[in-house]
């Protein structure tokens, strides 16, 4: 027998140095130690204080005080609140309007970007630009760019001819809502595009090919080709698209505020005025949880089709 | 000693059960083939020898020691992986002394060890390179070198070989063979391919789903085979097997199959008694055939020719008689055309008969 | 027929990005426009906007004079990277648990982080405000530090388990076979074999931890801890007076660093977010 081995089988009792090291070698408890610190942070920072959250929206707590269970009465308030009102419509207009319209620009650029062609690599790093700035500075951008009397957008369209005075983007309360949303689907569409890109580029050219000889034209093979081969991933980008808008505050808040008169409010904002500047932690919870039953229902969206697909 | 005992070995993945009562003794120095189509459980019980996979009931021994609880470093195995797994990041001396490294061997007998190791492969130019700068042979090399430095008792290949295209199988089978001969130590090779089988094991042993279907030598699994399986898996051109019925009593026994009949030697006949009136199945190599310039019922099988496939060393003629499907060696160079009749002598002492029903063979 | 095909291509392909590449690139256009424009330019409205008259570097200047820009980037960079750090260790080890280790109940907390990646940072502030208060990490950037690893976890985990799969297991059993322990495996085989992996993940985390506004905006109050976009939006806009010139600055020289590690890393940063969306 080799010295190597007649040396590992010299009799040794277990010690405890031994033992642990034998321990760790078992996958069950290593996978539970090397797991450990991600529950524990989740756990701490995301998972307590999801559920105090929910608690929160049923007190009337304010800044600096305990508050005590007062039941549904925060909702009840909302439900009667005419902002709160204007909010629910405002993110929800916000949100379908914007993630349509990143749905589809997306995807008509993916289409565009996904031949082969010279600086393919360059306009594929430049698409993704402004989901790559920071959303905060873009947001400070476009607030000066939809400043009611300096903005570049109204210079240009007056000197196009196509309108003849300074657009009020942020003062008028219709305007300033297409405004936010433009802003959203600048910053939001590429995300779109290189994801549904990647996918674009699993789907064989054989199939189109297949169907050109079929005599399909662009249309068809993109309706009967494309359209379903990307569909589950167009809903997963679409889900996660669709739960960060709803959920957004950035950019609503640097550039409108929620305002004028909160016509631009969206959940996340209207909650952080109430909460953060107005004290009132247990309204402001609840504001946020009006959010929940729409972001469980989009996950479950998510994992309905997910499950399909494996 | 590294004689490796298995004993009752059974491995059950939630409800299937993927080997089951599995005796093998495996003598010291003994290159042991385990070899059977894919799912039969070959590499299970490769990996639960190797430690990779917990044994479900049985015990496994290396010499005296059981080793069933022992967690793989601590068996003295090496392995050579199918796919070598190869660390891509570390170079091909890196490789080699991984293992010693973790024994915390010292640096200079590391450094003797994996340049004997590389010696003995021809390896040396390589040791400074990286595996994705190396062939597949080369690869494969590295991958026998990690596993010879360890110095191991046993060997064990989990098919090494089916990576590589034809001409370095062939050329790599005699390697591994000289190699071993060279190590002199106890291996156990698992590969889906009998020739493999037949040209590198001192025994094999066929499986098939989960269960041993036959050990033994090569010739011994080749002229006596247990059951069907064997029959049919060793050997290529594949044994013929058809269906036929015994008719006859005491010392006149025949066969009828397809639309012949075959009457059997009556040294044949009499190991039959119990299987006139029923249906066996018959089973005749290719190279058991002689041909008959005439039909003669009873002694030959009268055939239309179908196929003719000239391999240069030999030529086999695919037949037909009635509905039997036969293929026979008819010598290196032959005029027998497509559509020809062609006239059949079996070799009635290598023929073999088996059970309908079990597919055990009668003798 | 030729002329046919250049045609149809100008309107399938040129026509459409050249459009788009208008809409994408004009405020980035504005912004770097604005940033070199004296206040006495970019307040005349005589003069056209679309370029540049007189450049100056005035805006620039008093950026970081007159401001604490470059607290507010170190303050910034110090949460970035040490929430990034965090987060790397802290997911890598759980990715490898998850998809390699395969132990009990891994399928289960695998969900369970991906449903964590779901929940909306506007939903968890006011109570994570509570907590934080709780805690006395109130008005410190280590509040930032800690809750950032909430919604970079999830991801950097995804995105990580996908690179594990990628390497055969063959070669962590071929390992155990040559005598390494579980640990060793992971020291040795996994972790250099997973740099890319980490790498795309870190980029990431970088990215994601400058791009967020509202834990810094709730949890730091005193002017010298707030990070880059807060100390924009809430100091250069004093009373009814924007200071449009050193915001567009700020915003400019606070994109810089994200954008240069981007331009490095680009390819890491596509391959990583393909990946996780193919999860």
């Known amino acids: 027998m080799d010295a190597i081995a007649a040396s590992e089988h010299a009799p040794r009792g277990p010690g405890l140095r031994q033992r642990f090291s034998r321990s760790l070698e078992n996958p069950t408890i290593l996978g539970l130690l090397f797991v450990a610190p991600a529950e524990l942070l989740l756990l701490i920072f995301l998972a307590y204080p999801f559920l105090l959250g929910l608690w929160l929206g049923f007190t ?19 439900l009667e609140d005419p902002t709160f009102w204007l909010t629910c419509f405002n993110t929800f207009l916000y949100t379908i309007v914007a993630v349509i319209l990143k749905a589809v620009l997306g995807i008509g650029l993916a289409v565009i970007l996904n031949r082969d062609f010279k600086g393919k690599g360059l306009m594929r790093a430049i698409v993704l630009l402004p989901w790559i700035i920071p959303t905060a500075l873009s947001a400070i951008c476009f607030w000066w760019l939809y400043d009611s009397t300096f903005s570049g957008i109204s210079w240009t369209l007056m000197k196009l001819g196509i309108t003849d005075h300074f657009i009020d983007f942020l003062g008028n309360p219709w305007n300033a809502r297409w405004s936010l949303i433009a802003a959203n689907v600048w910053r939001g569409v590429p995300f779109f595009t290189i994801g549904l890109l990647a996918g674009l580029q699993t789907i064989s050219p054989d199939l189109y090919e297949a169907a050109e000889i079929d005599g399909a034209g662009s249309w ?3 309706r009967k080709i494309t359209l379903p081969l990307l569909t589950p991933l167009l809903t997963v980008v679409t889900v996660f698209s669709t739960i960060w808008t709803f959920a957004d505050f950035q950019l609503v808040w640097i550039i409108t505020k929620g305002g004028p008169a909160g016509a631009t409010h969206i959940f996340g904002t209207l909650s952080y005025q109430r909460a953060m500047q107005g004290g009132q932690f247990g309204e402001g919870a609840a504001i946020s949880n009006f959010m929940l039953p729409i972001l469980v229902a989009c996950v479950f969206i998510a994992f309905v089709f997910l499950r399909r697909e494996d | 000693m590294a004689e490796v005992r298995l004993e009752n070995i059974c491995k059950h993945f939630d409800e299937v059960v993927a080997v089951d009562n599995f005796n093998l003794s495996i003598r010291d120095k003994e290159f042991v083939v385990l070899v059977g189509p894919s799912g039969c459980g070959k590499t299970t019980t490769l990996r639960m020898i190797a430690g990779l996979e917990s044994i479900t009931s049985g015990e496994v021994y290396i010499g005296d020691r059981l080793i069933n609880k022992l967690p793989a470093k601590d068996r003295n195995i090496a392995m050579v992986f199918q796919n070598y797994a190869l660390y891509p990041h570390m170079t091909v001396f890196d490789n080699m002394a991984f293992s010693l490294e973790m024994r915390k061997r010292s640096k200079d007998e590391i450094k003797q060890r994996v340049q004997e190791a590389a010696e003995i492969l021809g ?7 990286r595996p994705k700068q190396l062939s597949g042979g080369q690869r494969q090399r590295v991958a026998l070198g990690r596993a010879i430095v360890r110095n191991p008792e046993v060997f064990l290949f989990d098919e090494p070989l089916s990576n590589l295209d034809a001409k370095l ?10 190699l071993h001969e060279r190590l002199a130590t106890t291996a156990v090779y698992v590969t889906h391919d009998q020739i493999e089988a037949m040209t590198m094991g001192d025994r094999i042993v066929v499986m098939h789903d989960g269960f041993i279907q036959q050990v033994g030598s090569p010739l011994e699994l080749y002229d006596r085979p247990a059951n069907k399986f064997v029959a049919g898996f060793i050997g290529s051109p594949a044994m013929n097997l058809f269906e036929a019925e015994l008719n006859g009593a005491g010392d006149e026994i025949s066969l009828r199959a397809g639309d012949f009949t075959l009457d059997l030697p009556p040294e044949k006949a009499q190991h039959f008694q119990d299987y006139t009136e029923q249906k066996v199945i018959v089973g005749i190599r290719p190279e058991d055939f002689k041909q008959a310039a005439e039909h003669s019922p009873g002694k030959t099988i009268p055939a239309t020719v179908e196929a003719v496939e000239p391999l240069g060393n030999e030529t ?14 008819v010598g290196k160079r032959t005029e027998i055309k497509p559509h020809g009749t062609l006239n059949l002598v079996p070799i009635f002492e290598n023929m073999h008969l088996f059970d309908s029903r079990s597919e055990n063979s009668i003798l | 027929m030729a002329i046919e095909r250049v045609v149809s291509k100008v309107i399938k392909f040129y026509v459409p990005l050249a459009a788009y590449l208008a809409f994408l690139l004009f405020p980035f256009y504005w912004m770097v426009n604005t940033v070199f424009k004296s206040d006495i330019e970019l307040y005349n409205m005589d003069l056209n906007p679309l370029y540049v008259h007189s450049p100056t570097l005035g805006n620039i200047v008093s950026l970081f004079t007159e401001t604490i820009f470059l607290r507010w980037m ?12 965090i987060s790397l260790v802290v997911s890598l080890l759980a990715a490898y648990a998850i998809q390699r280790l395969q132990f009990k109940g891994s399928g289960p907390t695998g969900v369970a982080i991906f449903l964590a990646y779901l929940v909306p940072q506007t939903i968890l502030f006011i109570p994570l405000a509570h907590t934080i208060f709780k805690l006395k990490l109130w008005d410190s950037l280590w509040a930032l530090v800690l809750t950032y690893p909430t919604f970079l976890i999830p991801f950097c985990t995804w995105l990580l388990m996908g690179y594990f799969k990628s390497i055969p297991k063959e070669m962590e059993e071929c390992a155990m076979i040559d005598g390494a322990s ?5 020291r040795r085989i996994i972790l250099p074999l997973c740099l890319p992996g980490v790498l795309s993940a870190g980029i990431f985390c970088f990215t994601l931890s400058w791009n967020e506004y509202l834990y810094a905006l709730a949890f730091i109050s005193s002017t010298a801890k707030k990070t880059v976009p807060i100390g924009l939006v809430t100091e250069l806009v004093r009373g009814d007076v924007y200071h449009w010139g050193a915001l567009m600055a700020g915003a400019l020289c606070a994109s810089v660093p994200v954008a240069l590690v981007y331009s490095f890393f680009v390819e890491h940063y596509v391959a990583g977010m393909t990946g996780a969306l193919k999860e």
């Open chain 3, 182 to 186: 579980r640990i060793k495996i992971f």
């Open chain 1, 220 to 222: 068809k093979k993109f």
């Open chain 2, 169 to 178: 199988r062939a050329q790599t089978r005699l390697e591994l063979k000289k």
């Open chain 1, 60 to 78: 009337d707590t304010i800044v600096g005080r305990e508050g005590s269970f007062i039941g549904f009465e925060n909702y009840a308030w909302l």
């Open chain 3, 74 to 85: 170190a303050n910034t960079f110090f949460v970035a990277i040490s929430a990034t750090l």
């Open chain 2, 123 to 129: 390896i040396q130019e390589l040791l400074f390179r």
């Open chain 2, 316 to 329: 086999y003629v695919n037949v037909a008689a009635g509905n039997v499907a036969l293929t026979a060696a």
